[in-house]
């Protein structure tokens, strides 16, 4: 049996070792923090249509692809494991003054004339589908194809599935990649990709996220995943059963993950000018993680040695791309190259980094 070994317990580490698992490869996983990095924070959207924008035609198109996968893979993983990930069906873009209500048009134009179907809502239309919004609320761009998950559940159910595949997990964290002996090596380390394979352009996004817990007697939450921009901020609320994540900060920091006062007092100010009831909520927990981020906004997945395949720099999509990213890896891991994930080669900076193998 041919072996395999993945660097990094996250979800996109998880879901790989798992399913190769499941196609034939002895699988080892190294991890000195299983689910522990940017997986763990996440808020578990996926919404690559609601997120388009003109130019950024490659990422719409990722995203797309990975977004048509998910029904499939959510199944298979309840399959295994019994367990359901999905938190809610749509997800909803609003806007709060003409400026975003002229932004909402730009994005239902360009995604809508690239094949996707979204619908904008007028003030009333809101009200109806979310009546517990701020008044301010003046229109909305309905995904009614961009459900959400729960990030944690499914590293739980990734990480059950996988051992139960036959995957060896072991607490370990790798120093050096070549010096693994194993036939494959599948780079999947997150954000410290870069200190396994310098030449990889992927660095940290720090994000700051909140999780609130519903208090009886409280206006519930959305039903569905709400997001805005307020004071020019991006925010959203993703529905839990227990309550709403709301998210998420984002800028550069290096590794650092401390949770600022600056931004958990942006991130309830903005989400309370979206969702008033939200001051009446447990504040649950404060979190922040690094994403993998890369230039392009696309992953790095492909090819970096004959022994070695990245499959990392998911950036601010990782969630939303795992199912892509599987299916690219097995398609690499057995010599093939997946069309739909061409975009997401690594060496497409070869050029502007000095060559990436
Ligand atoms: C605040 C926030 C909100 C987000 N919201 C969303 C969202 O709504 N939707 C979405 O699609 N995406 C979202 N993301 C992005 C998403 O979380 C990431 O893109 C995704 O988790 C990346 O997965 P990963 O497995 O590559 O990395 P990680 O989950 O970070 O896992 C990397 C793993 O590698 C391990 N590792 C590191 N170095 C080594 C080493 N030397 N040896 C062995 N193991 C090592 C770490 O311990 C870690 O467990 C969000 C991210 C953040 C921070």
Do not use: C
Not at 84 to 103: G, R
Not at 245 to 257: M, P, S
Not at 269 to 290: M, R
């Amino acid at each position: 049996m041919r072996t395999l070994a993945v660097v990094g317990g996250g979800a996109i580490g998880l879901a790989v070792a798992w399913r190769a698992a499941e196609t034939g490869w002895s699988v080892t996983l190294l991890d000195p923090a299983v689910a522990s990095g940017a997986s763990w924070v996440a808020g578990g959207m996926l919404a690559p249509l609601s997120e388009g924008w003109p130019g950024e035609d490659r990422v719409l198109e990722f995203g797309a692809a990975s977004l048509a996968r998910w029904p499939d893979f959510a199944a298979r993983v309840t399959a295994a494991t019994g367990v359901s990930v999905f938190v809610a069906d749509e997800t909803m873009t609003v806007a709060l003054d003409a400026a975003d209500a002229a932004d909402l048009r730009t994005v239902a134009d360009w995604v809508g004339g690239r094949g996707h179907e979204l619908h904008l809502l007028d003030r009333a239309a809101v009200r109806e589908k979310e009546p517990n919004l701020a008044r301010t609320v003046r229109a909305a761009l309905l995904a009614s194809a961009e459900p959400a998950i729960d990030n944690r559940k499914l590293v739980a159910a990734l990480r059950q599935a996988a051992e139960a595949a036959g995957v060896v997990v072991r607490a370990e964290s790798v120093d050096s990649l070549t010096e693994l002996p194993h036939d494959q090596i599948v780079l999947a380390a997150g954000a410290a990709s870069a200190t396994l394979w310098p030449e990889l352009p992927v660095r940290p996004v720090k994000g700051e996220i909140l999780r609130l817990r519903h208090r009886p007697g409280v206006a519930p939450a959305p039903r569905r995943v709400i997001r805005a921009r307020v004071h020019g901020r991006a925010v959203y609320l993703v529905p839990r059963a227990d309550g709403i994540v709301v998210g998420a900060t984002q800028y550069e920091a290096g590794f650092d993950t401390a949770v600022t006062v600056a931004g958990v007092r942006d991130l309830i100010a903005d989400a309370e000018a979206v969702f008033p009831g939200i001051g009446e909520y447990e504040l649950a927990e404060a979190s922040a993680g690094s994403r993998p981020g890369s230039p392009d906004n696309l992953p790095l997945i492909g090819r970096l040695t004959d022994r070695i395949v990245a499959a990392t720099g998911h950036g601010r999509n990782g969630m939303l791309t795992v199912p892509l990213t599987v299916d690219a890896v097995l398609g690499l891991l057995g010599g093939a190259v997946l069309s739909e994930a061409e975009a997401a080669d690594p060496q497409r900076f070869s050029t502007t980094v000095g060559g990436i193998r």
